[in-house]
Nanobody, 122 residues
Framework: QVQLVESGGGLVQAGGSLRLSCVAS????????MAWFRQAPGMEREFVAA????????YYADSVKGRFTISRDNAKNTVYLQMNSLRPEDTAIYYC???????????????WGQGTHVTVSS
């Protein structure tokens, strides 16, 4: 199984930017699609963005299109989430996820990280 560790969360003012990172270890020889999810207080976890193993295909939730960018560096076993123009409603715990299949990673990935907190103040 692959292990995922997120970093880069923190406190930022509305309109600011943050970049989250997720490092994968373990069974990284398998080509994993990667995704980011988030869970706001009192809410269900929701999909944010996904990338195929090559990075050639990406997919975003409507709420973050044009503001967030997912990317990956396979040489570093790392996936990133660049978050710009942050809003208070982006406040959540952000989770990294992995699955061998690009379609499945957006809904029911096999591996999850522990999460990193993002707080956007108004």
């Amino acid at each position: 199984q692959v292990q995922l560790v997120e970093s880069g969360g923190g406190l930022v003012q509305a309109g600011g930017s943050l970049r989250l990172s997720c490092v994968a270890s373990g069974r990284t020889g398998i080509t994993y699609a990667m995704a980011w999810f988030r869970q706001a207080p009192g809410m269900e976890r929701e999909f944010v963005a996904a990338t195929s193993w090559s990075g050639g295909s990406t997919y975003y939730a409507d709420s973050v299109k044009g503001r967030f960018t997912i990317s990956r560096d396979n040489a570093k076993n790392t996936v990133y989430l660049q978050m710009n123009s942050l809003r208070p409603e982006d406040t959540a715990i952000y989770y990294c996820a992995a699955d061998p299949h690009f379609v499945i990673v957006r809904s029911s990935p096999v591996a999850w990280g522990q999460g990193t907190h993002v707080t956007v103040s108004s």
